[in-house]
């Protein structure tokens, strides 16, 4: 397809290269004169840059300081309401400091911080050689957003008393866990975890490992150097124009890659630093994590460690120190220990490997129906193109001629209809979005793309081909983002195929580039610091062609499934500043005139089949008990109480498993085992693509005229 081509300079070179002024290893000492420069530089940039041009004013101020004092103490455990009132004075004085250069804030926090770190290293010592009464009724309240600051030294002791008790107590299960599997396996009677006698050896064992690790993050705190501070309340910054806009301190090459993509060699998954946790972006097509099975979207990674090993906490670590436990030689076991939105913790055993390229690209199968007629399956798990073939003189596979190649190969099987799957699909090239949009229709605008500067670009596919011009459905979920939703915006948009799927999309209509802060210096500085580091800022909007933004909503499918991420808050209107749902006039686009689906009787259709069917009956009731269980933050922290909460959540996902509504991977716990699929294998239990084989079967396209939406 030939497209009208544009894409930022700056993007592209991101999208190419990554960066090349990232190659240096030592971390930057701390200079007070290097730290004003980056202070004025992002004054500067921010406000010139970033597309909404939002101010340095008070209210930046706020919204900057709101992010840097939850990044200081994430889980409310060191400092007490005194030391958040004396920070509280600089709630509103942040653009000052930016504007001037006397910055306080940083060196404010540290020394409250690390003062608060020692004393609670006191208070963790008076607690573990007091010790525990297991069966006494504490409870914990493991949502930080419904804690105030400690008022004082006895209720911040409390509070870890509580705390320590709970990982206690989970430690010690999981001990008595490991023992009856071992047990088990050798015909020996079982012990009792419910037994009114603890099991002392076990009880001892646990509050040594508790102790190792609680004192192992402590020292970890006090270690973090004076410049990380300022980086991170350059940062908070940065985010508080929206969350995808950060200052990106200076590193390696190797761990700017880590950063802008988050792809971790071993294990294959997308992290994020959220709130002083590592948190699971999404996992990565053909990856190990992919083929193990259990980890998902939105999980929190508390500990890591090897098959054999203790776990490590990383809590409030960054993302490159978590990736240097996560990493490991191909072949060997991590172990990850998560917890779900919904409350639940379980331990994900991963052997580390490479990516599988071949599971990146597009694929196709085809179903067949009740009636033995034929539907055509492609599943594209991004929007991929090997940006540096051409320049390195080669081919290079791109999801737009995969695509294509897997489409004709259907035709030729006689399919009545095709069934596309953007599940979990987190976006890519913007110009492949087009073309393969391009692939469905002839001719027409597909995205339009608004600049800080209130430039509006439409970018089209301008080639009246089509590949295929049969009935279409396309299949979305919560994790759809960026060019997928693009894509599903335009089938959307010309009526040309049924979108169906959960409540939105991700919400992602942003673009971002990668601003180098060692250009353009003023000539007084210029090679006088140290890297620098860089910014990336958010530059661009993406709007479909009648007019709407994908940022913020999202795409809502014609068709509304009920799933099992229903529960989560997932998306960018669950983000902190992030852009809001605006509009734009709407371009010209001729609806699509071919086959095209009743809207009402299929939403009718639907309405009923899910109704009739006990899976997603079944998956209605566990994403609300799902949600119940996420809402219930209070956990009780005594032995009945947490192996009650074991009980439940196990017979949940035990009930779940048996009603097919969740794969037979979440409970392996054999990482050696093959736990990979072919693509027909892992469709024969897909109930949402058996919804859209339904609809394909008992739903008659209909045939109307070319209209032109004005």
Same mark, same amino acid.
């Not at 940083?106 to 020692?118: I, Q, T």
């Not at 690790?213 to 991170?232: G, S």
């Given at each position: 397809?030939?497209?009208?081509? *544009?894409?930022?300079?700056?993007?592209?070179? %991101?999208?190419?290269?990554?960066?090349?002024?990232?190659?240096?290893?030592?971390?930057?000492?701390?200079?007070?004169?290097?730290?004003?420069?980056?202070?004025?530089?992002?004054?500067?940039?921010?406000?010139?840059?970033? *597309?909404?041009?939002?101010?340095?004013?008070?209210?930046?101020?706020?919204? /900057?300081?709101?992010?840097?004092?939850?990044?200081?103490?994430?889980?409310?455990?060191?400092?007490?309401?005194?030391?958040?009132?004396?920070?509280?004075? *600089?709630? &509103?004085?942040?653009?000052? !400091?930016?504007?001037?250069?006397?910055?306080?804030?940083?060196?404010?926090? =540290?020394?409250?911080?690390?003062?608060?770190?020692?004393?609670? /290293?006191?208070?963790?010592?008076?607690?573990?050689?007091?010790?525990?009464?297991?069966?006494?009724?504490?409870?914990?309240?493991?949502?930080? &957003?419904?804690?105030?600051?400690?008022?004082?030294?006895?209720?911040?002791?409390?509070?870890?008393?509580?705390?320590?008790? =709970?990982?206690?107590?989970?430690?010690?299960?999981?001990?008595?866990?490991?023992?009856?599997?071992?047990?088990?396996? !050798?015909?020996?009677?079982? %012990?009792?975890?419910?037994?009114?006698?603890?099991?002392?050896?076990?009880?001892?064992?646990?509050?040594?490992?508790?102790?190792?690790?609680?004192?192992?993050?402590?020292?970890?705190?006090?270690?973090?150097?004076?410049?990380?501070?300022?980086?991170?309340?350059?940062?908070?910054?940065?985010?508080?124009?929206?969350?995808?806009?950060?200052?990106?301190?200076?590193?390696?090459?190797?761990?700017?890659?880590?950063?802008?993509s988050g792809s971790l060699e071993g294990i294959g998954a997308l992290l994020r630093e959220d709130d002083g946790h590592i948190k699971v972006v999404r996992v990565i097509p053909g990856s190990a994590a992919e083929a193990q099975g259990q980890l998902q979207a939105e999980d929190v990674i508390m500990s890591v460690s090897e098959k054999d090993g203790e776990p490590v906490d990383i809590s409030s670590m960054s993302i490159r120190e978590a990736v240097s436990y996560i990493r490991g030689p191909k072949g060997t076991e991590v172990r990850l220990t998560v917890t779900r939105a919904d409350g639940a913790r379980l331990v994900i055993p991963i052997v580390r490997d490479v990516v599988k390229l071949e599971e990146t690209y597009v694929k196709s199968t085809v179903i067949k129906d009740e009636k033995g007629g034929k539907i055509g399956y492609v599943k594209i798990p991004s929007f991929y193109r090997d940006f540096s073939a051409g320049r390195l003189g080669r081919d290079g596979r791109n999801v737009t001629d995969d695509t294509r190649s897997e489409l004709n190969k259907l035709k030729k099987e006689g399919i009545n209809g095709i069934i596309l799957d953007l599940r979990n699909n987190g976006g890519g090239s913007l110009s492949d979005a087009v073309d393969v949009s391009g692939l469905f229709l002839s001719e027409g605008p597909m995205v339009q793309v608004k600049n800080s500067q209130g430039v509006i670009r439409v970018l089209e596919d301008k080639d009246r081909d089509v590949v295929y011009d049969g009935p279409m459905i396309v299949l979305i979920n919560q994790f759809a983002a960026s060019a997928s939703e693009i894509f599903a915006a335009a089938m959307q948009d010309y009526g040309r195929a049924l979108v169906v799927g959960g409540a939105h999309t991700h919400g992602k209509g942003t673009v971002q580039a990668l601003l180098d802060m060692n250009r353009n210096l003023p000539l007084l500085h210029l090679k006088k610091y140290d890297d620098l580091g860089a910014l990336k800022v958010t530059i661009q909007k993406f709007y479909r062609v009648n007019g709407s933004s994908t940022q913020y909503k999202g795409v809502v499918p014609d068709v509304v499934l009920p799933s099992m991420l229903d529960y989560l808050e997932t998306g960018e209107q669950y983000m902190d500043n992030s852009l809001p749902w605006d509009t734009v006039e709407e371009v010209a686009h001729p609806f699509w005139h071919g086959s095209r689906f009743d809207l009402e009787r299929v939403q009718e259709q639907s309405r009923n089949y899910v109704a009739k069917s006990k899976r997603f009956q079944k998956i209605k009731e566990e994403s609300l008990k799902a949600k119940k269980r996420k809402e219930e933050t209070e956990v009780p922290v005594f032995l009945a109480g947490v192996i009650k909460e074991r009980k439940e959540l196990e017979e949940a996902r035990k009930e779940a498993r048996e009603a097919g509504v969740l794969a037979d991977e979440e409970d392996e716990d054999d990482p050696e085992k093959d736990g990979e699929k072919t693509l027909d294998e892992k469709l024969a239990h897909d109930l949402y693509v058996d919804l859209a084989v339904f609809l394909m079967e008992n739903s008659k396209p209909m045939e109307l005229a070319a209209d032109t939406k004005k």
């Open positions: 397809m030939r497209i009208h081509r *544009f894409v930022s300079s700056l993007l592209l070179a %991101l999208l190419l290269t990554g960066s090349s002024v990232y190659g240096k290893v030592m971390p930057v000492e701390f200079d007070l004169g290097r730290n004003r420069l980056i202070a004025a530089m992002l004054r500067s940039q921010l406000s010139s840059q970033h *597309f909404g041009h939002k101010p340095f004013d008070e209210q930046m101020s706020k919204e /900057a300081y709101k992010l840097y004092l939850r990044q200081l103490d994430p889980k409310k455990q060191f400092l007490l309401a005194s030391d958040v009132e004396q920070l509280d004075q *600089f709630a &509103d004085k942040i653009d000052d !400091e930016i504007s001037n250069g006397r910055i306080s804030l940083p060196d404010v926090g =540290m020394k409250l911080l690390n003062k608060r770190v020692e004393k609670v /290293a006191v208070l963790i010592k008076e607690i573990m050689d007091a010790g525990f009464f297991p069966y006494k009724k504490d409870y914990l309240q493991t949502d930080s &957003d419904k804690l105030a600051a400690s008022a004082d030294r006895a209720e911040l002791k409390d509070r870890w008393r509580r705390s320590l008790k =709970m990982e206690v107590l989970d430690s010690y299960l999981d001990a008595v866990d490991k023992e009856n599997k071992k047990r088990e396996k !050798e015909g020996k009677p079982l %012990l009792d975890a419910e037994s009114k006698q603890i099991n002392q050896e076990f009880w001892a064992e646990a509050k040594k490992t508790v102790q190792k690790k609680t004192d192992a993050y402590l020292e970890r705190l006090l270690k973090v150097a004076r410049q990380e501070h300022y980086n991170r309340y350059f940062d908070a910054v940065a985010r508080s124009f929206d969350p995808h806009t950060n200052y990106m301190a200076p590193t390696s090459k190797e761990d700017f890659d880590i950063h802008m």
